[in-house]
T-cell receptor, first 113, second 114 residues
Protein backbone atom coordinates (compact mmCIF):
# COMPACT_ATOMS: atom_id res chain seq x y z
CA UNK A 1 0.00 0.00 0.00
CA UNK A 2 1.10 3.53 -0.74
CA UNK A 3 1.91 5.41 2.37
CA UNK A 4 2.20 9.16 2.66
CA UNK A 5 2.95 10.47 6.11
CA UNK A 6 3.00 13.99 7.48
CA UNK A 7 5.04 15.09 10.47
CA UNK A 8 2.19 16.43 12.59
CA UNK A 9 -1.59 16.04 12.70
CA UNK A 10 -2.11 19.23 14.69
CA UNK A 11 0.16 22.23 15.07
CA UNK A 12 -0.28 25.55 16.85
CA UNK A 13 2.17 28.34 16.06
CA UNK A 14 2.43 32.04 16.81
CA UNK A 15 2.35 34.80 14.24
CA UNK A 16 5.82 35.43 12.82
CA UNK A 17 7.19 31.98 13.61
CA UNK A 18 8.91 29.90 10.95
CA UNK A 19 6.97 26.70 10.40
CA UNK A 20 8.13 23.45 8.81
CA UNK A 21 5.68 20.84 7.57
CA UNK A 22 7.22 17.61 6.42
CA UNK A 23 5.86 14.92 4.11
CA UNK A 24 7.36 11.51 3.38
CA UNK A 25 6.20 8.92 0.84
CA UNK A 26 7.43 5.36 0.57
CA UNK A 27 6.43 4.46 -3.00
CA UNK A 28 9.25 6.06 -4.97
CA UNK A 29 6.85 8.57 -6.52
CA UNK A 30 8.37 11.23 -8.73
CA UNK A 31 5.75 13.89 -8.03
CA UNK A 32 4.89 15.46 -4.70
CA UNK A 33 2.36 18.18 -3.95
CA UNK A 34 1.36 20.52 -1.14
CA UNK A 35 -2.23 21.74 -0.87
CA UNK A 36 -4.20 23.72 1.60
CA UNK A 37 -7.90 23.11 2.13
CA UNK A 38 -10.30 25.70 3.44
CA UNK A 39 -14.09 25.56 3.76
CA UNK A 40 -15.79 26.73 0.58
CA UNK A 41 -12.51 27.06 -1.29
CA UNK A 42 -11.67 23.42 -1.80
CA UNK A 43 -8.16 22.12 -2.36
CA UNK A 44 -5.69 24.70 -3.58
CA UNK A 45 -2.23 23.80 -4.81
CA UNK A 46 0.61 25.66 -3.11
CA UNK A 47 3.70 24.04 -4.65
CA UNK A 48 4.64 20.84 -6.36
CA UNK A 49 7.82 19.01 -7.24
CA UNK A 50 8.39 16.56 -10.08
CA UNK A 51 11.94 15.61 -9.15
CA UNK A 52 14.54 16.05 -6.46
CA UNK A 53 15.52 19.72 -6.08
CA UNK A 54 12.86 20.68 -8.64
CA UNK A 55 9.86 22.75 -7.65
CA UNK A 56 7.13 24.72 -9.30
CA UNK A 57 4.64 27.21 -7.96
CA UNK A 58 1.06 26.21 -7.73
CA UNK A 59 -1.94 28.49 -7.52
CA UNK A 60 -1.21 30.13 -4.15
CA UNK A 61 2.56 30.10 -3.44
CA UNK A 62 2.76 33.47 -1.69
CA UNK A 63 4.09 33.19 1.84
CA UNK A 64 5.35 29.63 1.33
CA UNK A 65 8.50 27.92 0.15
CA UNK A 66 9.38 24.26 -0.33
CA UNK A 67 12.36 21.97 -0.24
CA UNK A 68 12.93 18.58 -1.82
CA UNK A 69 16.42 17.31 -1.07
CA UNK A 70 15.48 13.62 -1.26
CA UNK A 71 12.97 11.90 -3.51
CA UNK A 72 10.82 10.65 -0.67
CA UNK A 73 10.64 13.89 1.30
CA UNK A 74 8.93 17.19 0.51
CA UNK A 75 8.87 20.01 3.02
CA UNK A 76 6.63 23.04 3.14
CA UNK A 77 8.00 26.12 4.88
CA UNK A 78 6.06 29.09 6.16
CA UNK A 79 8.76 31.72 6.49
CA UNK A 80 6.76 33.96 8.82
CA UNK A 81 3.44 32.45 9.80
CA UNK A 82 0.36 34.64 9.64
CA UNK A 83 -3.18 34.06 10.88
CA UNK A 84 -4.48 33.73 7.31
CA UNK A 85 -2.33 30.63 6.95
CA UNK A 86 -4.46 28.81 9.48
CA UNK A 87 -5.70 25.86 7.44
CA UNK A 88 -5.57 22.13 6.77
CA UNK A 89 -2.40 21.27 4.85
CA UNK A 90 -2.38 18.15 2.71
CA UNK A 91 0.57 16.49 1.06
CA UNK A 92 0.15 14.14 -1.90
CA UNK A 93 2.36 12.12 -4.20
CA UNK A 94 2.03 10.36 -7.55
CA UNK A 95 3.96 8.61 -10.27
CA UNK A 96 4.68 10.30 -13.56
CA UNK A 97 2.09 9.82 -16.25
CA UNK A 98 -1.20 11.39 -17.21
CA UNK A 99 -3.13 8.55 -15.59
CA UNK A 100 -1.47 8.69 -12.22
CA UNK A 101 -3.71 9.24 -9.27
CA UNK A 102 -2.49 11.22 -6.28
CA UNK A 103 -2.27 9.64 -2.85
CA UNK A 104 -2.80 11.93 0.12
CA UNK A 105 -1.28 12.05 3.55
CA UNK A 106 -3.45 12.42 6.67
CA UNK A 107 -3.15 16.20 6.74
CA UNK A 108 -1.82 18.76 9.24
CA UNK A 109 -4.27 21.10 10.90
CA UNK A 110 -2.23 24.28 11.45
CA UNK A 111 -3.49 27.06 13.67
CA UNK A 112 -1.60 30.35 13.74
CA UNK A 113 -2.47 32.57 16.69
CA UNK B 1 -15.81 30.01 -15.29
CA UNK B 2 -14.27 27.59 -12.83
CA UNK B 3 -12.18 24.85 -14.38
CA UNK B 4 -14.00 22.12 -12.49
CA UNK B 5 -17.49 22.70 -11.13
CA UNK B 6 -19.53 20.66 -8.72
CA UNK B 7 -22.79 21.34 -6.95
CA UNK B 8 -21.73 21.89 -3.34
CA UNK B 9 -24.86 20.27 -1.95
CA UNK B 10 -25.70 19.06 0.53
CA UNK B 11 -27.23 16.19 -1.40
CA UNK B 12 -29.48 14.00 0.71
CA UNK B 13 -30.32 10.49 -0.47
CA UNK B 14 -32.30 7.77 1.34
CA UNK B 15 -30.42 4.64 2.31
CA UNK B 16 -30.59 2.04 -0.45
CA UNK B 17 -31.24 4.58 -3.22
CA UNK B 18 -28.87 5.69 -5.99
CA UNK B 19 -26.79 8.79 -5.31
CA UNK B 20 -25.80 10.75 -8.41
CA UNK B 21 -22.93 13.22 -8.25
CA UNK B 22 -22.06 15.44 -11.18
CA UNK B 23 -19.01 17.38 -12.28
CA UNK B 24 -18.36 19.58 -15.31
CA UNK B 25 -15.01 20.74 -16.57
CA UNK B 26 -14.08 23.62 -18.83
CA UNK B 27 -11.02 22.36 -20.70
CA UNK B 28 -12.14 20.13 -23.54
CA UNK B 29 -8.70 18.53 -23.88
CA UNK B 30 -8.69 17.10 -20.36
CA UNK B 31 -7.76 13.43 -20.37
CA UNK B 32 -7.89 11.96 -16.87
CA UNK B 33 -10.72 12.17 -14.37
CA UNK B 34 -10.79 11.14 -10.74
CA UNK B 35 -13.31 10.88 -7.94
CA UNK B 36 -12.10 11.21 -4.38
CA UNK B 37 -14.09 10.69 -1.20
CA UNK B 38 -13.29 12.75 1.87
CA UNK B 39 -14.75 12.06 5.27
CA UNK B 40 -14.98 14.97 7.68
CA UNK B 41 -11.57 15.68 9.22
CA UNK B 42 -9.83 13.14 6.98
CA UNK B 43 -7.80 13.36 3.80
CA UNK B 44 -9.18 12.53 0.33
CA UNK B 45 -9.03 8.93 -0.82
CA UNK B 46 -9.35 7.80 -4.42
CA UNK B 47 -12.55 5.95 -5.32
CA UNK B 48 -12.57 5.84 -9.10
CA UNK B 49 -10.67 7.05 -12.13
CA UNK B 50 -11.85 7.10 -15.73
CA UNK B 51 -10.11 8.01 -18.96
CA UNK B 52 -12.41 6.86 -21.76
CA UNK B 53 -15.92 7.88 -22.72
CA UNK B 54 -18.60 5.68 -21.26
CA UNK B 55 -19.10 3.91 -17.97
CA UNK B 56 -16.69 2.28 -15.59
CA UNK B 57 -18.03 0.14 -12.76
CA UNK B 58 -16.36 -0.87 -9.52
CA UNK B 59 -18.65 -2.55 -7.01
CA UNK B 60 -21.41 -0.14 -6.05
CA UNK B 61 -19.69 2.75 -7.81
CA UNK B 62 -20.02 3.72 -11.49
CA UNK B 63 -18.15 6.58 -13.10
CA UNK B 64 -19.54 8.01 -16.31
CA UNK B 65 -17.59 10.21 -18.70
CA UNK B 66 -18.95 12.23 -21.59
CA UNK B 67 -16.15 14.21 -23.19
CA UNK B 68 -18.39 15.82 -25.80
CA UNK B 69 -20.53 17.36 -23.07
CA UNK B 70 -17.57 17.80 -20.72
CA UNK B 71 -19.06 16.14 -17.71
CA UNK B 72 -18.17 13.27 -15.48
CA UNK B 73 -20.49 11.74 -12.95
CA UNK B 74 -20.35 9.25 -10.09
CA UNK B 75 -23.25 6.95 -9.28
CA UNK B 76 -23.41 5.15 -5.96
CA UNK B 77 -25.89 2.28 -5.92
CA UNK B 78 -27.49 0.91 -2.76
CA UNK B 79 -26.30 3.96 -0.81
CA UNK B 80 -25.14 3.28 2.74
CA UNK B 81 -24.76 5.68 5.69
CA UNK B 82 -21.02 5.08 5.41
CA UNK B 83 -21.14 6.77 2.00
CA UNK B 84 -21.91 10.09 3.71
CA UNK B 85 -18.90 12.24 2.85
CA UNK B 86 -17.72 14.99 0.53
CA UNK B 87 -16.94 13.81 -2.99
CA UNK B 88 -14.27 15.64 -4.92
CA UNK B 89 -14.01 15.59 -8.70
CA UNK B 90 -10.54 16.16 -10.14
CA UNK B 91 -9.18 16.40 -13.68
CA UNK B 92 -5.78 16.69 -15.33
CA UNK B 93 -6.14 19.45 -17.92
CA UNK B 94 -3.83 19.64 -20.96
CA UNK B 95 -1.83 22.43 -19.32
CA UNK B 96 -0.78 19.92 -16.65
CA UNK B 97 0.29 17.09 -18.93
CA UNK B 98 3.81 16.17 -17.92
CA UNK B 99 3.48 17.23 -14.29
CA UNK B 100 0.12 15.63 -13.50
CA UNK B 101 -1.26 18.55 -11.54
CA UNK B 102 -4.84 17.84 -10.58
CA UNK B 103 -7.49 20.53 -10.74
CA UNK B 104 -10.12 19.87 -8.08
CA UNK B 105 -13.72 20.90 -7.79
CA UNK B 106 -14.87 22.22 -4.43
CA UNK B 107 -16.74 19.01 -3.68
CA UNK B 108 -20.30 17.82 -3.14
CA UNK B 109 -21.38 16.95 0.37
CA UNK B 110 -23.47 13.77 0.34
CA UNK B 111 -25.65 12.66 3.24
CA UNK B 112 -27.29 9.22 3.24
CA UNK B 113 -30.43 9.23 5.36
CA UNK B 114 -31.10 5.95 7.21
Amino acid sequence: DVKVTQSSRYLVKRTGEKVFLECVQDMDHENMFWYRQDPGLGLRLIYFSYDVKMKEKGDIPEGYSVSREKKERFSLILESASTNQTSMYLCASSFDGARSEQYFGPGTRLTVT
Amino acid sequence: QKEVEQNSGPLSVPEGAIASLNCTYSDRGSQSFFWYRQYSGKSPELIMFIYSNGDKEDGRFTAQLNKASQYVSLLIRDSQPSDSATYLCAVIPPSSFGNEKLTFGTGTRLTIIP
